[in-house]
């Protein structure tokens, strides 16, 4: 086709419409294919790529793929030809019944772009099922009676086919006596009947044997046959007769299996077997009736074979049928009424509805906690009932209505004395002898926030070593409270106060679930030896309850202070050669140690001389340095000694000093000891009586402190022993000795209570040492210090 050139550009605007118009009938339209049912495998369809329009290299690219919402496996597609084969069996029947059309729809997806499509595959008919009759054979009894020209009904073939191939024809095998009637109201709808041709006579031929063939109209033709038995009946022109239409029956409803209920009575007019007569329950006679009743066929008696229930059924209506055994059977009916009297057999019947549960605690009196009816199946007497409660509990029954009750509220409940409440109903009826019935009640008590939560003792003592990690756990309390759930669900809290000029909260907390008490910072023996405080513990209920419980947290000491050394440092000190001899005191260190205990307990020691000489000092373990003999010119002129402190702590911790001496001659010496200066000398008398004055204190409230001890001893083993009880132990006094001294005075009572072991308890006084001669030099050289708690108690015990 030719357009002319000074249109083209409109030409190809048309163009490309047609062409996006094709496209998207293509994307949108149906392709539709045929295959016969029954197919083999692999059968080919069509070329679906081919009339989509889709190239066969775009179909993997392209996610081709083909769905159907029901048969998804019926049909498949080759994606390297793009051809549609059937991939399993085609069972056209199976597939669509009778319809007379079926198709399988298929929607074919590809992607990049996406497009979906629709193919619509037919699949035909093929003549694969033959007529079938359901029986294979059909019985017929025609009395020797009938007129010329009646009509026998058959039973049909059917063709699960459609279309020609379910057409049917049928034929019939010769008979001189039938023929074949066949009236069609429409091509798919065939009545069949014999047609008597012939007068029967049972005498001569008393059976008759055909053959009936269905042929369908598929080709190739398939057909299919049904014998026909007819049986030719000898006249029975007189029915049985039953002696009365209507039998009447009364029955207590526990009467026993096997009772006879009535015996019937039926005669036939007729002679030999067609006045024979046998008895039978009628076609519509219900399920029930023949389970709880039989009938004997010949004699007529009926008898009870299942249980009998008044309140089930209180009458039963039977029909029975007396049959001749003449050829054709003549029958004839009656029917027999059983009325069922009513006994008493059925208990009560309890049921609790809309329960009040739990019941508060401090719920009023007369709350109604659940309603209660009662039935009982049984008629008059033996369907009244009454009703009964538990004795000995908070509740009672009242009566609301004809065999309805309510439980309600009669006394004061206590959750925390009895929770949880069992209750028996008991209904009775009125029969004889009376039946009852029981019904049990849970009843919950719900509980109220009215106890407060308790600690097991208003108070705690608790140990801790100093130094301990921050955050240490170092306590757990525990309070209980009586109530049950959020009111029972106890959270603690520190109440909260100051502590010099820290808040309580800065030292330690409380986690509010557990109870567990925490140290936030470390604590330092030498500056806190107590910390006291409370812990709350309240309920989560409404108002919410509480209590508090007092804490005494006692801090143990560490060896964590190394000795130190009493000014002045560095010294240097004079000697006189000739005139002092061994034994003679020439210095003494002092130091002083912040810890308490042991850890404060220090002894002195006069280190070697370098290079292994031998020096003519020597250092005594309270920390003078006197001489081994007497000295000499031999001696160097100046000596310089190195004193080490060290503490009994574990580990223990150590200072050096060093005393630098100048051996001078006899002459260059102090002419007496009186030269010494009346500033030094006052010094040092000053410190003698000051020492000897703390000395008397110590003792003083040791004593004091012992004496205490005693009392609260007697009077702890006055009182009746309890599991965990502590007691103040035996005090022990320790002054200084010739194997140590003690640099600071300390007193401590320490008490543990606990359940797990005796209680412990140190005692210790301690006197001071000298102070040392105007010519004693000391030194602190500052060492390093590790420190380590040893984790034990002790106590000294030096000889005296």
């Given at each position: 086709m030719l357009y002319p050139r000074r249109g083209g550009k409109g030409a190809r605007r048309l163009l490309l419409s047609l062409l996006l118009l094709a496209i998207w009938k293509a994307g949108s339209s149906q392709v539709h294919y045929s295959v016969p049912e029954e197919a083999k495998h692999g059968t080919f369809v069509g070329r679906i790529a081919q009339d989509l329009g889709l190239e066969l290299a775009e179909l993997v690219p392209r996610l081709f793929r083909v769905a159907s919402k029901d048969h998804g496996d019926l049909l498949e597609v080759n994606l390297q030809n793009g051809i549609l084969f059937v991939n399993s069996r085609i069972d056209r029947e199976e597939l669509c019944g009778r319809r007379a059309e079926c198709s399988i729809h298929l929607e074919v997806i590809v992607e990049r772009p996406p497009q979906v499509f629709h193919v619509e595959v037919e699949v035909k008919d093929i003549n694969d099922n033959p007529p079938v009759f359901r029986e294979r054979e059909q019985r017929l009894f025609i009395p020797e009676s009938r007129q010329l020209g009646s009509h026998f009904p058959l039973e049909g073939a059917a063709d699960a086919d459609i279309g020609t191939n379910s057409l049917l024809t049928y034929t019939l095998s010769p008979s001189d006596y039938f023929s074949l009637d066949i009236q069609a109201s429409d091509e798919l709808s065939k009545s069949l009947a014999l047609e008597l041709r012939k007068v029967l006579d049972r005498e001569e031929t008393p059976e008759f044997h055909l053959l009936l063939t269905a042929t369908d109209g598929g080709k190739p033709e398939l057909e299919g046959t049904v014998r026909l038995l007819i049986t030719v009946l000898d006249v029975n022109d007189n029915a049985p007769l039953f002696s009365q239409a209507v039998y009447r029956v009364h029955l207590l409803e526990t009467i026993a299996n096997g009772t006879l209920v009535t015996t019937l009575n039926a005669s036939d007019a007729d002679e030999g077997v067609n006045g024979e007569v046998v008895f039978f329950f009628g076609s519509d006679v219900p399920v029930n009736i023949r389970k709880n009743f039989k009938i004997d066929s010949s004699s007529g008696e009926i008898r009870l074979i299942g249980k009998l229930d008044y309140e089930e059924t209180k009458s039963y209506e039977i029909q029975v049928k007396a049959v001749d055994k003449g050829s054709p059977p003549l029958s004839n009916h009656c029917k027999v009424l059983v009325k069922v009297l009513d006994v008493n057999d059925n208990a009560p019947e309890l049921a609790v509805r809309s329960l009040s549960l739990p019941v508060?605690?401090?719920?009023?009196?007369?709350?109604?906690?659940?309603?209660?009816?009662?039935?009982?199946?049984?008629?008059?007497?033996?369907?009244?009932?009454?009703?009964?409660?538990?004795?000995?509990?908070?509740?009672?029954?009242?009566?609301?209505?004809?065999?309805?009750?309510?439980?309600v509220l009669d006394s004061a409940l206590d959750r925390e004395k009895l929770s949880h409440y069992e209750l028996v109903v008991t209904?009775?009826?009125?029969?004889?002898?009376?039946?009852?019935?029981?019904?049990?009640?849970?009843?919950?008590?719900?509980?109220?926030?009215?106890?407060?939560?308790?600690?097991?003792?208003?108070?705690?003592?608790?140990?801790?070593?100093?130094?301990?990690?921050?955050?240490?756990?170092?306590?757990?309390?525990?309070?209980?409270?009586?109530?049950?759930?959020?009111?029972?669900?106890?959270?603690?809290?520190?109440?909260?106060?100051?502590?010099?000029?820290?808040?309580?909260?800065?030292?330690?907390?409380?986690?509010?679930?557990?109870?567990?008490?925490?140290?936030?910072?470390?604590?330092?023996?030498?500056?806190?030896?107590?910390?006291?405080?409370?812990?709350?513990?309240?309920?989560?209920?409404?108002?919410?309850?509480g209590s508090n419980v007092t804490l005494q947290v006692f801090v143990l000491d560490e060896n964590d202070n190394a000795p130190a050394l009493l000014p002045p440092g560095l010294q240097a000190a004079r000697a006189v050669l000739g005139r002092w001899g061994a034994g003679h005191v020439v210095a003494k260190v002092r130091a002083v140690d912040a810890d308490s205990g042991y850890n404060a307990w220090l002894s002195y020691e006069l280190l070697p001389a370098a290079g292994g000489a031998r020096s003519p000092f020597v250092g005594l373990y309270t920390g003078e340095i006197s001489t081994t003999r007497a000295l000499d010119e031999a001696d160097s002129p100046r000596q310089r000694l190195l004193v080490l402190v060290k503490d009994h702590g574990e580990p223990a911790l150590v200072a050096t000093a060093t005393v630098l001496l100048s051996l001078v001659e006899n002459s260059q010496a102090?002419?007496?000891?009186?030269?010494?200066?009346?500033?030094?000398?006052?010094?040092?008398?000053?410190?003698?009586?000051?020492?000897?004055?703390?000395?008397?204190?110590?003792?003083?409230?040791?004593?004091?402190?012992?004496?205490?001890?005693?009392?609260?001893?007697?009077?702890?083993?006055?009182?009746?022993?309890?599991?965990?009880?502590?007691?103040?132990?035996?005090?022990?006094?320790?002054?200084?000795?010739?194997?140590?001294?003690?640099?600071?005075?300390?007193?401590?009572?320490?008490?543990?209570?606990?359940?797990?072991?005796?209680?412990?308890?140190?005692?210790?006084?301690?006197?001071?040492?000298?102070?040392?001669?105007?010519?004693?030099?000391?030194?602190?050289?500052?060492?390093?210090?590790?420190?380590?708690?040893?984790?034990?108690?002790?106590?000294?015990?030096?000889e005296w």
């Open positions: 508060r605690e401090d719920a009023p009196l007369g709350t109604v906690i659940a309603f209660i009816s009662v039935s009982d199946r049984d008629s008059s007497v033996n369907g009244q009932v009454t009703c009964s409660l538990t004795p000995h509990v908070p509740f009672k029954l009242v009566s609301t209505f004809k065999n309805y009750y309510s439980l209904a009775r009826d009125g029969g004889s002898p009376s039946l009852s019935a029981t019904a049990s009640l849970s009843v919950e008590v719900a509980d109220v926030n009215d106890n407060a939560p308790l600690f097991a003792q208003p108070e705690y003592t608790v140990f801790v070593k100093e130094n301990n990690p921050p955050g240490c756990h170092i306590f757990t309390v525990s309070a209980r409270d009586l109530d049950a759930q959020e009111n029972a669900l106890v959270s603690y809290s520190l109440v909260e106060r100051r502590v010099g000029e820290r808040a309580l909260s800065s030292y330690v907390s409380v986690h509010a679930e557990s109870g567990k008490v925490y140290a936030l910072q470390p604590l330092d023996h030498e500056e806190l030896e107590l910390l006291q405080f409370q812990v709350s513990a309240r309920d989560a209920g409404v108002p919410p309850l102090p002419k007496t000891s009186s030269q010494t200066s009346p500033g030094a000398a006052n010094a040092e008398a000053a410190l003698v009586d000051v020492n000897v004055y703390l000395i008397i204190a110590i003792c003083a409230v040791s004593s004091l402190l012992v004496l205490s001890l005693l009392l609260y001893t007697a009077l702890r083993c006055s009182a009746p022993p309890t599991e965990g009880a502590c007691g103040p132990g035996k005090p022990v006094l320790v002054c200084s000795s010739a194997v140590g001294s003690w640099s600071y005075s300390q007193q401590r009572r320490q008490r543990v209570c606990s359940g797990e072991g005796p209680p412990k308890t140190d005692l210790m006084a301690f006197s001071p040492s000298l102070p040392p001669g105007p010519n004693i030099l000391e030194e602190n050289e500052h060492p390093e210090v590790n420190s380590q708690h040893s984790g034990n108690y002790l106590q000294l015990h030096p």
